[in-house]
């Protein structure tokens, strides 16, 4: 192990929260399986946007760590059956929400929306 990878290890303990993701694998039906991947990703982003919502800082993060055996055995992933489409690292900021702005968090659509012609 590299002083780098030692690093990295030391930085992942002081995470506060982990949720694996997972999608089942569809090998009999690929397009199927790349569609289950889609989807999962898309719940991942309203998932993070929810927990943002109520002040928890989010992070996805996905690489070749969690695509080793040791991490899925670890995590308690069946391989054979599902694959890792990432992680969420969450926790409060320093201070918890006592400096979130709820008025800040909400935008209304008209906010948000540009209607092309």
């Known amino acids: 192990e590299t002083d780098e990878g030692a690093s990295s290890v030391l930085d992942w303990t002081d995470i506060p929260g982990w949720c694996v993701v997972t999608t089942k694998?569809?090998?009999?039906?690929?397009?199927?399986?790349?569609?289950?991947?889609?989807?999962?990703?898309?719940?991942?982003?309203?998932?993070?946007?929810?927990?943002?919502?109520?002040?928890?800082?989010?992070?996805?993060?996905?690489?070749?760590?969690?695509?080793?055996?040791e991490f899925a055995d670890l995590c308690g992933v069946d391989t054979k059956v599902e694959r890792v489409v990432g992680c969420i690292w969450y926790g409060y900021a320093t201070g918890g929400t006592q400096y979130a702005d709820p008025r800040r968090r909400r935008k209304s659509v008209d906010d948000v929306l540009t209607c092309l012609p």
């Open 25 to 69: 694998l569809s090998p009999e039906d690929p397009d199927t399986e790349q569609e289950d991947f889609k989807s999962v990703s898309c719940a991942i982003q309203n998932f993070m946007l929810s927990m943002w919502s109520e002040g928890v800082g989010t992070k996805w993060t996905s690489g070749p760590v969690q695509k080793t055996q």
